[in-house]
C-alpha cells in the first residue's frame, strides 16, 4: 500500500471518528457508524486500529497534537513571560473563532460523554492537563525570576485558574457570537495581566495596582 495514501485513509478515519464521537458520543458510537462514513469495510480499520478504544484515544492525542500546533507553538514562540502569556489568549481566541476548529479536549470529552471508565482516558486526560499546567507554571515561574511576574503569586493556582477560565471559553464558543466570545477572552487577558504586573512594572496606562494574594486574583 502506498504510504501516502496510507496515511491520508488513517487521518480520514481519525477524523470521521472525532465527529461520530462528537455528535453521537462514544458509547452511542460503533465501528459500523465509522465504516458507513469512511467508506471503508469494518476489516480495513481493524488494519489501521485495534478497535473503538484505541481510535478514541487517538483522537484525544490528535486534538492534543492540534492544541500544541495551533496555540502552544505560538505561545513558546514569544519573548518574555507576559509576551507568551499575551500569545496563549490570542491564540485560544483565534482558535475558538474558526468553525472548524479541533475541539478542546474538554469539549470532546463532554461532547463524547466519556465518563473515564478506562484507566487508559483517564491517563490520557491527566497527562495533556500536566503538561499543560507545567508550560504555564514554568512561564509564570520565568516571569518572576526574571522581574517581569509578581513573586507574591503562587505560580501553580494561577496556572490552573488561567486554563479554567479559558476552558470554560471554549466550551462556551458554541453558545455566543464569535465576537461576545473574542472580547470575553480579551477582558480575561486584560484582568489577568493586569494581576501579574509587579508595582515597578506598571501594565500601559500606568494603572495603579493594588497587592492581592492569590486567592484574591481578579481572573474573570
Not at 496510507?6 to 455528535?23: N, W
Not at 492525542?61 to 496563549?88: C, F, H, P, Y
Not at 522581574?147 to 458554541?174: H, K
Request: charged share 25%; hydrophobic share 40%; with cysteine.
Amino acid at each position: 500500500m502506498n504510504e501516502k495514501v496510507d496515511l491520508k485513509t488513517r487521518s480520514a478515519i481519525i477524523d470521521a471518528s472525532m465527529s461520530l464521537f462528537a455528535r453521537r458520543g462514544y458509547h452511542g458510537t460503533s465501528i459500523s457508524h465509522i465504516a458507513q462514513m469512511t467508506g471503508l469495510t469494518k476489516g480495513a480499520l481493524y488494519w489501521y486500529f485495534k478497535g473503538k478504544e484505541d481510535l478514541f484515544l487517538t483522537v484525544l492525542d490528535t486534538i492534543r497534537e492540534n492544541w500544541q500546533q495551533t496555540v502552544m507553538a505560538r505561545v513558546e514562540g514569544a519573548s518574555g513571560s507576559i509576551g507568551k502569556l499575551e500569545q496563549l489568549f490570542d491564540a485560544t481566541s483565534e482558535m475558538a473563532a474558526q468553525d472548524d476548529h479541533p475541539y478542546s479536549m474538554h469539549l470532546f470529552l463532554i461532547s463524547a460523554g466519556a465518563q473515564l471508565e478506562m484507566k487508559e482516558f483517564e491517563d490520557a486526560i491527566r497527562a495533556a492537563y500536566t503538561c499543560y499546567v507545567g508550560v504555564i507554571i514554568d512561564i509564570i515561574k520565568t516571569g518572576q525570576e526574571e522581574g517581569e511576574i509578581r513573586r507574591d503569586i503562587d505560580a501553580e493556582f494561577a496556572a490552573v485558574g488561567l486554563i479554567g477560565c479559558l476552558e470554560g471559553i471554549i466550551l462556551q464558543a458554541r453558545l455566543h457570537p464569535s465576537a461576545t466570545v473574542a472580547a470575553a477572552i480579551a477582558e480575561m487577558k486584560r484582568q489577568f495581566l493586569r494581576s501579574l504586573y509587579i508595582p515597578s512594572n506598571p501594565p500601559p496606562k500606568k494603572e495603579k495596582i493594588a497587592r492581592r494574594s492569590i486567592d484574591q486574583l481578579n481572573l474573570f
